[in-house]
């Protein structure tokens, strides 16, 4: 999708691999280089926002169109930064259907830094080895295509899926680990929406933030609990009940609310 920079100019936005950034040009190979070239039907002189998909976003101005690479010539102009203040990596139990496409695509277009699916035990789906690679695949390129969208600075990493137990160990390792759990409020410390406001406001630029939802039958009682023996802060997300693929949106969404300047 192309990005306004002014009533007249449209400038198109790309990824293209770190190794290919040079001091003062980069190239574009794949399937970008038809796509410029015979579909938005681009000239040499035109401007693109070029992005490494790991934080590095420059203007530049194409130079050389080829038949299966683009040099970019890197222009000095600043480019705004698009990312949220806050890493948060999204810990999803593996929804049923094409639910997790959905998620893909809209947690990263709200600056999700990192999806990683898990294995709860009320998963209905589970993954065989061999189509895993071809899921994450596809997920990778709905997570780009929504990068380029919402111009994004970086392309978030879909994860591969992690058993549950090495879902929260990791978890417990960001500046704030919280679990959306539809019952919070009947256990020790609950705080309703006030306490949700008030964990998120605390966290700083740079730090790290971990979310945890579950599947569409919920978490168990016992994975709350190992949830909580690893440092997760469980939280509402108001009174009523959320689906697996609204709850993620909904921390995104307040995270972006109270922290984005």
């Not at 930064?81 to 998620?103: A, C, N, R, S, W």
């Not at 294995?119 to 990068?147: D, H, T």
């Not at 978490?219 to 909580?228: H, L, N, Q, T």
Request: charge should be negative.
């Amino acid at each position: 999708m192309g990005i306004h920079y002014s009533e007249e100019e449209i400038v198109y936005h790309f990824f293209t691999e770190t190794e290919f950034f040079m001091d003062s040009e980069a190239v574009i190979t794949g399937s970008d280089v038809n796509h410029i070239k015979n579909v938005l039907r681009m000239k040499p002189g035109e401007r693109i926002l070029l992005s490494d998909g790991k934080g590095t976003n420059c203007l530049g101005e194409l130079e050389e169109i080829g038949s299966d690479r683009i040099t970019v010539k890197l222009l000095q102009e600043e480019v705004e930064d698009t990312e949220l203040p806050v890493e948060v990596t999204l810990y999803q139990g593996l929804p049923k259907g094409d639910k997790m496409e959905f998620i893909i695509q809209k947690c990263v277009e709200l600056g999700v830094s990192r999806i990683v699916p898990v294995e709860m035990s009320r998963c209905v789906v589970k993954l065989e080895p061999k189509k895993e690679e071809a899921k994450r695949k596809r997920w990778y390129g709905i997570s780009e295509s929504a990068a380029k969208q919402s111009k994004r600075m970086i392309v978030p990493e879909i994860a591969p899926v992690m058993k549950y137990k090495d879902a929260v160990q990791e978890a417990e390792k960001t500046d704030l680990f919280l679990l959306p759990y539809e019952d919070s409020e009947s256990l020790e410390g609950a705080g309703g929406m006030e306490l949700t406001r008030e964990l998120i406001r605390r966290l700083e630029p740079g730090q790290k933030c971990a979310v945890l939802i579950g599947p569409e039958g919920g978490f168990s009682d016992a994975e709350v609990e190992i949830a909580k023996a690893h440092a997760a802060k469980t939280i509402t997300l108001g009174k009523r009940i959320l689906r697996t693929e609204t709850a993620g949106l909904f921390v995104m969404s307040a995270i972006g609310l109270l922290l984005e300047k």
